[in-house]
């Protein structure tokens, strides 16, 4: 993410300093990124570590373990810019550029597969157990990958020619492709909520909206946190393909969040799984 930056300029600006300004030292990315690999590592690694040595289904975990590689690849990411801006030392350059494609692509399509999951759980219960073993899992993850790296190779080939808007326009229309699907389920699930299946009792109607207020707060809790994460870039680029003007402070804002928003779902699954005692529910037999 901190590669924008330094396309966001003005029209005035030379070539040579937009380049420059790019890898100047900046100590609060610094800051950010190493509070990201310091606590971001160990935590998707823990992740990664308990659901692949768990008791549970390695199934039902696997587009959260999908996610949790594509955040170390963030963390790898957050380790070479530090290097880079620290040392200069350029063959790193390309790595950067590359790693940029997993959390502008990679994080948000895992994440709507999370949510997707929800709501085929909810809405269509059949199709969800139709498609609930691990050889579908596989193929969406694939494909998911696929798309990813993708994205990596053309933010590379954005950030070598410096085109801002054509960076621009490839991130917002990818923010609101993604936060439509999330909120498409989100809608789905709450709709569902507010209505009882047919036959059903007492017991029964309360253990089935138990689950579905489970699945509509994971899911409000990522569309939300996509919207504080993303919505900052989006205005940003918006007002840069526009007027021309990159706004330092939203964009730093999104940075931010940016960051902090890798450990929402490893902070999720850990209170699902009742390892962190301060925030833990009962844990969750899926």
Not at 39 to 65: D, K, M, R
Not at 246 to 268: D, M, R, T
Not at 276 to 283: G, K, N, R
């Amino acid at each position: 993410m901190h590669n924008f930056t330094g396309n966001f300029t003005t029209p005035e600006a030379s070539t040579n300093s937009t380049a420059q300004s790019c890898w100047i030292v900046n100590r609060p990315d610094i800051f950010l990124y190493s509070i990201d690999l310091l606590f971001g590592l160990p935590t998707h690694s823990y992740v990664i570590w308990l659901i692949i040595t768990g008791t549970g289904s390695v199934a039902s975990e696997f587009f959260n373990l999908n996610l949790s590689f594509c955040e170390l690849g963030s963390c790898l990411n957050c380790l070479f810019y530090i290097v880079v801006s620290c040392t200069w030392f350029p063959h790193l350059k390309t790595f950067t550029y590359l790693l940029l494609g997993l959390g502008i692509t990679g994080r948000p399509l895992f994440q709507c597969l999370i949510c997707v999951e929800r709501y085929l759980a909810v809405v269509h219960p059949v199709t969800f157990l139709k498609y609930k073993p691990l050889r579908y899992r596989v193929i969406f993850c694939t494909a998911v990958w696929t798309i990813t790296l993708g994205s990596c190779f053309f933010s590379f080939f954005i950030e070598i020619s410096q085109n801002s808007h054509m960076q621009s326009w490839f991130f917002s229309l990818q923010f609101l492709l993604f936060f439509s699907i999330q909120l498409f389920c989100l809608v789905a699930v709450l709709r569902a909520l507010k209505q009882s299946g047919p036959g059903e009792r007492g017991g029964e109607r309360e253990e089935k909206n138990h689950m579905k207020r489970r699945a509509f707060h994971l899911i409000l809790i990522t569309t939300a946190s996509m919207i504080i994460i993303y919505m900052p870039f989006i205005i940003s680029g918006i007002c840069f393909i526009l007027m021309q003007q990159f706004i330092k402070e939203l964009f730093s804002f999104g940075f931010i969040c940016y960051i902090l928003a890798g450990f929402v779902q490893p902070v999720l699954y850990l209170r699902r799984t009742g390892k962190l005692s301060f925030l833990c529910s009962p844990p969750i037999v899926q």
